[in-house]
């Protein structure tokens, strides 16, 4: 941006000590200490850092502590590469390992914390003398007379160093550097910087080891090739040739272009997770070119519609269908069931898998239905109306599946509140609701079955099972009176549920156009008695296939007295003629028959 060389750090050379013993460090687990580097070093005199790097490090919000941890704090903030330094008295080999039981280890801040079989530990002779990527322990820190140190600078898995902090609950400003994927090829350069400070503060230093850099990880390199054309359709702009390959040299890419392609080099500083792909090369150029100095153009690019899924499409008809034509209202809610508002309701919380980390006790189980969500809501908005009603499609959980996942499932929840309508009226209006549902979608009815309660919130005479070609697709209930007095002890609450997602995974019935009939058709009304349990879908088989002349069935009335009875009237008609009575009669009586076999007769 300036178009000013950039310093080099300046770092000792090390190479004249190579010939000196190296350090025994042995890193046994490779998955998650990607580099370890380290020097040992004695007949260290100075205590005390230099005035201007005790000014420096307060200005940065540190407290100056002695020499070499305030050199340790220096090359982190200027580096951003944490280091460590061990009394060599006490620590004199590395071992970087996971144990295989839980413990207690004593950290720098004299504070007892649990280590758990998950943590990568840093050892001394077995024994952990240090949390990797964390913090050092109190059994090796560096004390006031310490005179020869093991110098550390390391490189360690991002994730294992959060979850690690999280889990012991200590951030440090180490972990939260380490956190972030830090660059492997700094751990040498790191320790020659050090080594050059503490040499031109304390002279009489003395190198007892060679640098020893054990070396289990390397990051891919990666190299990205684009073309001007790339560059101009996702800028907008005229960025000439010489330009790109000056700005990627000035960031370290080392470009180079040939027949018209550029290819960019990513250095280490910039390949963890950081450049990968071509967009993250046109942030680099764009950023230096200067956001400001962008001309407003509108960008011309191919768009191609986004073809809706099956599921989708039953989801936008669905939620149109129950706001336009029944006036619904759309609400949102939180996958987790609200353990505070389902105990003020009466409502259980059932088994089900939990959430590791909750923000509060109250929301740590999945829910497995969307019916509860739903009259927590019904009771936040009572007061606003005598009649309305809810509905959301949202996820569910039921466990979890084979590959030990979460079996999640999306569903449809609906809850209806009324103050002025009967409990039946409410009920048999949610079941026409559903049947709606299943018109507009699969173009044929569900099947309601009458079926016992499973939860607490469900009425124990008033649930029925809901079906579509015999699978089982949701149900309806009537609100368990238990938690309906919560609510309001006036009014009348039902809920339904279906599974969205077996639902758009069945076909929907090809609609059929016939032509209406010129003549007019014979209608027979049949009254009949039937049993208490007895439904109209039970009823039904007894009319199907019997003639292609019956057109339509309905439910004309319905008595519940001594007994059940309903009248039913049969719409007969023919394209060619006009139907007399006992041309149909015969069909009649065969209808007749086959409801007799199910116990259903005359009146």
């Not at 105990?343 to 939990?354: A, G, S």
């Not at 959301?392 to 609906?414: M, S």
Request: net charge negative; aromatic share 8%; glycine share 4%.
């Amino acid at each position: 941006m300036t178009n000013r060389e950039l310093k080099p750090v300046s770092r000792m050379d090390l190479t004249p000590y190579a010939s000196l013993p190296g350090i025994d460090i042995d890193i046994r687990d490779k998955e998650l200490c990607y580099r370890y580097t380290g020097l040992k070093v004695r007949n260290i005199t100075k205590k005390v850092s230099p005035v201007d790097m005790r000014i420096r490090l307060f200005y940065c919000g540190m407290r100056a502590i002695n020499l070499l941890a305030d050199l340790t704090n220096y090359l982190m903030l200027e580096l951003g590469q944490p280091m460590h330094a061990f009394d060599c008295a006490k620590v004199d080999s590395i071992q970087v390992q996971r144990f295989s039981a839980p413990f207690e280890f004593e950290t720098l801040d004299g504070t007892k914390r649990r280590i758990d079989e998950n943590t990568l530990m840093i050892c001394s002779k077995e024994e952990p003398v240090a949390i990797a990527g964390i913090m050092g322990g109190l059994n090796s820190e560096i004390e006031d007379n310490t005179d020869s140190l093991l110098l550390e600078s390391a490189n360690f898995d991002a994730v294992s160093v959060r979850k690690s902090s999280t889990r012991i609950g200590l951030r440090t400003d180490a972990s939260m550097r380490y956190e972030k994927t830090l660059d492997p090829e700094m751990t040498d350069v790191a320790i020659e910087h050090f080594m050059q400070l503490l040499t031109e503060i304390d002279p009489g230093v003395e190198i007892i080891s060679s640098m020893t850099d054990v070396y289990v990880r390397h990051y891919d390199k990666i190299d990205i090739t684009f073309d001007k054309k790339f560059v101009d359709r996702y800028t907008g702009i005229d960025i000439s040739d010489k330009q790109i390959l000056n700005t990627l040299s000035a960031l370290g890419f080392a470009p180079t272009l040939e027949n018209e392609v550029f290819t960019a080099h990513v250095p280490s500083w910039r390949a963890t997770k950081d450049v990968t792909i071509k967009a993250d090369i046109i942030e680099e150029i764009t950023r230096v070119y200067g956001y400001d100095n962008f001309k407003i153009t509108t960008t011309k690019a191919a768009l191609a519609p986004v073809m809706r899924t099956a599921g989708n499409n039953d989801d936008r008809w669905t939620k149109d269908l129950l706001v336009q034509r029944y006036g619904m209202h759309e609400v949102h809610s939180y996958i987790w069931c609200d353990a505070k508002k389902y105990k003020d309701l009466n409502i259980e919380i059932e088994d089900n898998v939990r959430v590791i980390n909750a923000m509060t006790p109250d929301h740590t189980v999945l829910r497995r239905s969307m019916v509860p969500t739903m009259i927590t809501y019904v009771n936040e908005n009572k007061a606003y109306a005598n009649d309305f009603g809810v509905f959301e499609i949202a996820r569910v959980i039921n466990g979890l599946g084979e590959d030990g996942l979460c079996d999640e499932q999306k569903h449809l929840g609906i809850a209806l509140y009324s103050r002025t309508k009967s409990e039946k009226e409410l009920y048999l209006g949610l079941r026409d609701i559903m049947a709606s549902i299943s018109k507009e979608l699969k173009h044929r009815y569900f099947e309601f079955r009458i079926a016992e309660a499973k939860h607490n919130w469900q009425h124990p005479r008033n649930t029925a099972e809901i079906y579509l070609d015999g699978t089982y697709v949701g149900f309806i209930t009537v609100v368990h009176p238990s938690v309906q007095s919560k609510i309001d002890k006036k009014a009348v609450i039902v809920a339904g549920e279906l599974n969205m997602d077996t639902l758009s995974s069945m076909t929907a019935s090809v609609i059929h156009y016939e032509e209406p009939s010129k003549f007019p058709g014979i209608d027979i009304d049949l009254s009949l008695v039937i049993g208490a349990d007895q439904t109209y879908s039970t009823l039904s088989a007894a009319w199907q296939n019997v003639t292609p002349l019956l057109k339509n069935v309905a439910l004309i009335d319905s008595y519940n007295g001594v007994v059940k009875s309903i009248t039913l009237r049969f719409t007969f008609s023919s394209n060619e003629k006009t139907l007399a009575k006992n041309e149909v009669q015969s069909y009649v009586d065969t209808i007749i028959e086959n409801l007799a076999k199910i116990g259903v007769v005359l009146r």
